[in-house]
């Protein structure tokens, strides 16, 4: 489902090797590593938001390396869902108003019944009118959580997701972040210096060591 293999990473100048890894459709992995050690670099190389400066990425059958920048906004718009560690919720849009912007951005159609009942399995759907304002950052995190995924996408890519959460949250977090990857079938990529999310993944890969 990915496979990344022999990639060179970075903003101009190369700031991660990174040999290569490659998940199965519904596995789900750990990114983990020093603060500046590349994990977000890799994510958003994952996602097509940044040109590699060699190697290659596969997303399924798509090689993400060989579009155009177009095209990968393209193919993220229809299968990746990312979670970023800020949340970039629209402060003028309601929750569910951010969720239909989120489909109209990504060319999908604005199913609102869809995003209704996703609310609803997060049990945040008596906030759909709510602005991100008016939201506990646990619901705040919900709400991006649910606009990750709902297009179904076949990769969930999430960076530092708990970093700033009590460890209640966290756990509660990490467990429905990966409840609705196994649910949508999504292989899932999360990237994290935070300690207290490894015991959750068998599949651990560190970017801070060389490999
Ligand atoms: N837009 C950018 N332009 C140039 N260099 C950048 C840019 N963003 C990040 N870097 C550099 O790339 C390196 C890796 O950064 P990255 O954000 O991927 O690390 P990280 O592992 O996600 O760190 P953290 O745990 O603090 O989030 C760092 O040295 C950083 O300074
Ligand atoms: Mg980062």
Redesign the pocket.
Known sequence: MLDISAVSL???SE??RFSGLKLGKGEQCLIT??????????LYSIAGLLDVLSGKISIGDTEITGLSEQARDHFRGRHIGMIF?TLHLVKSLSVIENLMLASYVSGMPQDRAYAESILKKLDIYDKKDALPSQLSQGQAQRVAIARAVLHHPVLLLA??PTSSLDDASCEAVITLIRQVAEENNATLLI?T?DARVKKYFTQVVN?GVPS
């Open positions: 970075g903003y101009g700031v991660l590593g020093p603060s500046g050690s590349g994990k977000t670099t890799l560690q960076d530092e990237s210096h970017v």
